[in-house]
């Protein structure tokens, strides 16, 4: 059974960080790009970031490049996004999610696996 599971979300203030981890379990986690996404309150949910499973490139949207990091952790089947520089924008649902052999695509419909996500406030 597939498993991918958020932690690190919180109440936070504008102007710092957080960082959010996605432990993956009953996949072969190196197969898979892992890629972020967020749902804010009353909004479809957003493509933030991705990262692949070939050579570990990256991609963010630009509301939160060079604010926001994703690295993998291959041997721990771990994802992060460390999160900086926080806005009240940001504040939204997270979600992980898990993409076999996948190009990075800001498609949710493309992806196999999700987590349940975690939440992010950030107030001004």
């Known amino acids: 059974q597939v498993q991918l599971v958020e932690s690190g979300g919180g109440l936070v203030q504008t102007g710092t960080s957080l960082t959010l981890s996605c432990v993956a379990s009953?996949?072969?986690?190196?197969?898979?790009?892992m890629s972020w996404f967020r749902q804010a309150p009353g909004k479809d949910r957003e493509f933030v970031t991705t990262i692949s499973w070939s050579d570990g490139s990256t991609y963010y949207i630009p509301d939160v490049k060079g604010r926001f990091t994703i690295s993998r952790d291959d041997n721990k089947n771990t994802v992060y996004l460390q999160m900086d520089n926080l806005k009240p924008e940001d504040t939204a649902a997270y979600y992980c999610?898990?993409?076999?052999w996948g190009l990075g695509t800001n498609k949710a419909h493309e992806y196999d696996y999700w987590g349940q996500g975690t939440q992010v406030t950030v107030s001004s």
């Open positions: 009953g996949l072969a986690f190196r197969k898979y790009t």
């Open positions: 999610a898990a993409d076999q």
